[in-house]
C-alpha cells in the first residue's frame, strides 16, 4: 500500500491559526492538469491578523534543506516579493521536514523550519 504524502499546506495552515491566525489558499489547481499556480508566483496561504498584519506563506516539505533554500531563492528573485514587503505585507516559508525535531512546531512526527523573509535580507 503506498504511503499517503503529507499534507504541508494543511500543517501549515492549522499551526498559523493556533498562533491566532485567519488563513486561506490561496494556490490554484489548473484544471486538468497536476500544475499549480501560487499568489505572486510564491505564495501557497494567506494569513491575516489585526494585531499581526498580513503575510504571505511559501510552504514546502522535503527530508533536507535544498529544496527550502530553492524556494527562500526563488521569492528573493520574484519582483512581486519585493512589492508586497514594501505594502507592509509579510512572508514567511514553512519547510515540514521529517528529520529530528528541532523546533516547538511539530505535526505528525514533522518539524517546521519557518523563515520570515523581510526587506533586509529579500534585497
Do not use: Y
Not at 510564491?42 to 491575516?48: Q, R, S
Not at 527562500?72 to 514587503?85: D, F, T
Amino acid at each position: 500500500m503506498r504511503k499517503k504524502p503529507f499534507a504541508a499546506s494543511l500543517a501549515s495552515r492549522k499551526l498559523l491559526e493556533s498562533q491566532g491566525w485567519t488563513v486561506d489558499v490561496v494556490e490554484q489547481r489548473i484544471p486538468h492538469t497536476f500544475i499549480t499556480r501560487d499568489c505572486f508566483g510564491f505564495a501557497d496561504l494567506l494569513a491575516v491578523s489585526p494585531g499581526k498584519g498580513i503575510m504571505l506563506v511559501q510552504v514546502t516539505g522535503g527530508p533536507d534543506n535544498s529544496n527550502f533554500c530553492a524556494r527562500v531563492q526563488k521569492i528573493k528573485a520574484i519582483a512581486e516579493s519585493g512589492l508586497w514587503l514594501a505594502s507592509g505585507g509579510r512572508i514567511q516559508v514553512h519547510s515540514w521536514e521529517s528529520t529530528k525535531p528541532q523546533s516547538e512546531h511539530v505535526c505528525k512526527g514533522r518539524w517546521c523550519r519557518v523563515l520570515e523573509v523581510t526587506k533586509e535580507n529579500n534585497l
